[in-house]
């Protein structure tokens, strides 16, 4: 009888079955057995083998390009627009001009031969280290460009078009003043997304921004920044209005880009310029600026 137990029992072990009380015999590393228990995975690891077999300190962190699958959603359009339309950031490489803009593949590093030749081309926009300011950002299907002091188109001026005449005689109107940021040789990054921009928000934008401009060490129009001004004017911001006394950098946090801007010379010789929000007959909101100062805010419904 005792014999008969001691072959059915080797018999379980030739088959691989478990036997109650008892940890399996299972090979180790260098093919020899070992009787040490194995270790199985959790169900959320069965239900993602690879990232199981990819878990480990060594591993790289999740790039740029991992975003959202749905479509830029148009709430998270205004949000880009609010918070990093506006904002300043000191530049991680040189910046090409050129009226069409630099293309940057999202979440890809940069091909330096090809900036190289876009600088030698277009030249150069902002040199490395340069702090620089959004100026504008547009959404197309599969591409977001981003102005940079002003972009690198020429702007138009209706003041550089219009001769005043007298008689026979005319003469050049004076040369307008332009922008600040128009002062400064613009630039367009033109970011690329091959299966279509996806939602996002402004900290993914800035990041997918990240390999030619550090927004880190610049104050943000959006957060930071605003907790140093004035009482006033941080309701102001809060309430997304502007109020005199408020600079231009204020009025960026507090309403966006407008939608117009026309610069004026009253009959006393002060330069005026107004940022106009709205148009007509809807709500429109008119901010005149004196300097970087606001001195007049005018609503009309």
Same mark, same amino acid.
């Given at each position: 009888? =005792?014999?008969?137990?001691?072959?059915?029992?080797?018999?379980?072990?030739?088959?691989?079955?478990?036997?109650?009380?008892?940890?399996?015999?299972?090979?180790?590393?260098?093919?020899?057995?070992?009787?040490?228990?194995? *270790?199985?995975? @959790?169900?959320?690891? *069965?239900?993602?083998?690879? *990232?199981?077999?990819?878990?480990?300190?060594?591993?790289?962190?999740?790039?740029?390009?991992?975003? @959202?699958?749905?479509?830029?959603? &148009?709430?998270?359009?205004?949000?880009?627009?609010? #918070?990093?339309?506006?904002?300043?950031?000191?530049?991680?490489?040189?910046? /090409?001009?050129?009226?069409?803009? #630099?293309?940057?593949?999202?979440?890809?590093? !940069?091909?330096?031969?090809?900036?190289?030749? *876009?600088?030698?081309?277009?030249?150069?926009?902002?040199?490395? =280290?340069?702090?620089?300011?959004?100026? =504008? !950002?547009?959404?197309?299907?599969?591409?977001?460009?981003?102005?940079?002091?002003?972009?690198?188109?020429?702007?138009?001026?209706?003041?550089?078009?219009?001769?005043?005449?007298?008689?026979?005689?005319? %003469? /050049?109107?004076?040369?307008?003043?332009?922008?600040?940021?128009?002062?400064?040789?613009?630039? +367009?990054?033109?970011?690329? #997304? /091959?299966?279509?921009?996806?939602?996002?928000?402004?900290?993914?934008?800035?990041?997918?921004? @990240?390999?030619?401009?550090?927004?880190?060490?610049?104050?943000?129009?959006?957060?930071?920044?605003?907790?140093?001004?004035?009482?006033?004017?941080?309701?102001? !911001?809060?309430?997304?209005?502007? !109020?005199?006394?408020?600079?231009?950098?204020?009025?960026?946090?507090?309403?966006?880009? &407008?939608?117009?801007?026309?610069?004026?010379?009253?009959?006393?010789?002060?330069?005026?310029?107004?940022?106009? #929000?709205? %148009? &007509?007959?809807?709500?429109? +909101?008119?901010?005149?600026?004196?300097?970087?100062?606001?001195?007049?805010?005018?609503?009309?419904?």
């Amino acid at each position: 009888m =005792g014999a008969q137990l001691t072959v059915a029992f080797l018999a379980l072990l030739a088959f691989g079955a478990d036997v109650p009380g008892m940890a399996p015999l299972r090979p180790g590393p260098s093919g020899v057995e070992s009787n040490a228990p194995v *270790a199985l995975p @959790s169900a959320q690891q *069965a239900a993602h083998p690879a *990232a199981t077999a990819g878990d480990s300190s060594d591993s790289p962190a999740p790039q740029s390009g991992d975003h @959202s699958s749905k479509s830029l959603q &148009p709430q998270s359009r205004l949000l880009l627009i609010r #918070y990093v339309d506006g904002e300043f950031a000191r530049t991680v490489q040189p910046l /090409p001009g050129g009226k069409k803009g #630099y293309k940057l593949p999202a979440g890809k590093p !940069i091909d330096m031969k090809k900036l190289s030749d *876009a600088l030698r081309l277009y030249g150069t926009a902002a040199g490395q =280290g340069d702090t620089v300011q959004i100026t =504008g !950002i547009e959404f197309r299907s599969d591409e977001i460009l981003v102005r940079i002091n002003g972009g690198g188109k020429k702007h138009f001026h209706w003041r550089d078009h219009v001769q005043v005449g007298i008689g026979n005689v005319s %003469t /050049p109107p004076p040369q307008a003043q332009d922008y600040a940021t128009q002062q400064i040789p613009g630039a +367009t990054l033109v970011l690329d #997304y /091959p299966r279509g921009v996806p939602d996002m928000g402004p900290d993914d934008l800035k990041r997918d921004l @990240s390999v030619m401009l550090d927004f880190s060490k610049q104050h943000s129009s959006a957060v930071n920044w605003i907790d140093t001004l004035a009482p006033q004017f941080r309701e102001a !911001i809060k309430d997304e209005k502007a !109020i005199v006394g408020m600079d231009s950098e204020m009025v960026l946090a507090a309403m966006g880009r &407008p939608e117009h801007k026309v610069r004026e010379r009253d009959n006393e010789g002060h330069d005026t310029e107004d940022w106009i #929000y709205g %148009t &007509p007959p809807s709500k429109t +909101t008119f901010v005149t600026f004196e300097g970087d100062t606001v001195i007049r805010v005018k609503e009309f419904n």
